[in-house]
């Protein structure tokens, strides 16, 4: 009898050894990290911190004209910064991957348990790097046209990306596999039907402005702009849903870097947006009123 004890306990022994090795929990504690395995995993954290100070960065860009190198007016992070893939549901998506990086920077920093940290921190960065892949697709494809900040973000991504496998096959069930696989997919079919304008809500035009539109072309006036250029959609913004209506020339059909139209061409057309008026050429936005004042529209506007 006492043989068959001492062969138990060097089994329970032997057990608890391969549990300790795999992190499992003892019964009634919690699990611990695995032996080798720190409680914080810093050079995720360091990649995150990274990735969240360029993207506060650019969202800093954002908010002041021409404040960050190589991102002037024209250039590819302003073309890509004006895009419709600039934002999702509204908010700028440099706020989303700043928001995302410090998610990571979290659970690489806090999370203890190393099979939740693994788990968590695999979900995160394969969705932002599967995210991160399609709008580099999209900016070379789409917009034709490459930041600079947005590939360095994705470069930092697909770092934490490659950080995240470790223990990715002891830790990670499928059902966080299946997930970090969909997610990313889901996000991109739903950015890009953002984008398309298939969520948006048109608001009926407004009678006053679309009776300016027609006026506009009533008259000859022209609209030159480009599709990359914000200053142009802040014109159109200014119509709401009667932007459709104004005489707007496309000068940049196939992307900045493409050839011009030849109507711009032909017009000398240097700056956008352009406003040509009588032969006259005015290179900035101007307001409903100012157009009204200076082609005589009688019609009554809305209040500012």
């Known amino acids: 009898m006492e043989q068959v004890s001492d062969m138990g306990k060097k089994h329970a022994r032997a057990e608890r050894n391969r ?12 699990a611990t990290a695995p032996a080798g395995i720190p409680a914080r995993d810093i050079p995720l954290t360091v990649v995150s911190l990274a990735g969240a100070l360029l993207t506060f960065v650019m969202l800093w860009g954002l908010q002041v004209d021409d404040a960050l190198p190589y991102c002037g007016a024209g250039s590819g992070c302003d073309v890509v910064q004006a895009s419709p893939w600039s934002r999702f549901l ?9 928001l995302t990086y410090l998610a990571l920077g979290f659970v690489a920093l806090n999370v203890k348990q190393a099979g939740h940290r693994t788990r968590y921190a695999f979900l995160l960065a394969s969705t932002g ?3 991160s892949l399609y709008l580099a697709a999209v900016s070379v494809f789409f917009i034709k046209a490459v930041c600079m900040y947005c590939m360095t973000s994705l470069g ?23 997930a970090a696989l969909g997610a990313p997919v889901v996000l991109a079919l739903a950015m890009h039907a953002s984008a398309s304008g298939w969520f948006a809500l048109t608001a009926p035009a407004d009678p006053a402005l679309a009776a300016l539109a027609t006026h506009l072309t009533e008259r000859g006036a022209r609209f030159y702009g480009a599709s990359w250029c914000p200053h142009c ?31 711009c061409e032909m017009a000398d057309i240097k700056k956008y947006p352009t406003w040509r ?11 409903p009123s100012a157009l009204a004042r200076i082609t005589a529209f009688d019609g009554e506007l809305p209040a500012p």
């Open 19 to 30: 549990n300790d090795g795999k992190g499992v929990a003892p019964a009634g504690g919690e």
């Open 90 to 98: 509204g908010i700028p998506l440099v706020l989303w991957g700043c």
């Open 277 to 287: 008026i009588d032969g006259r050429s005015i290179e900035r936005v101007l307001m």
């Open 129 to 131: 790097f599967g995210v």
């Open 156 to 178: 930092l991504m697909a770092a934490a990306f490659v950080l995240s496998l470790r223990g990715v096959r002891q830790q990670v069930t499928r059902t966080y596999r299946v």
């Open 233 to 263: 959609q802040q014109q159109k913004a200014l119509f709401g849903a009667a932007a459709g209506q104004l005489p707007y020339v496309e000068c940049a059909p196939h992307g900045p870097r493409g050839p011009r139209a030849t109507e």
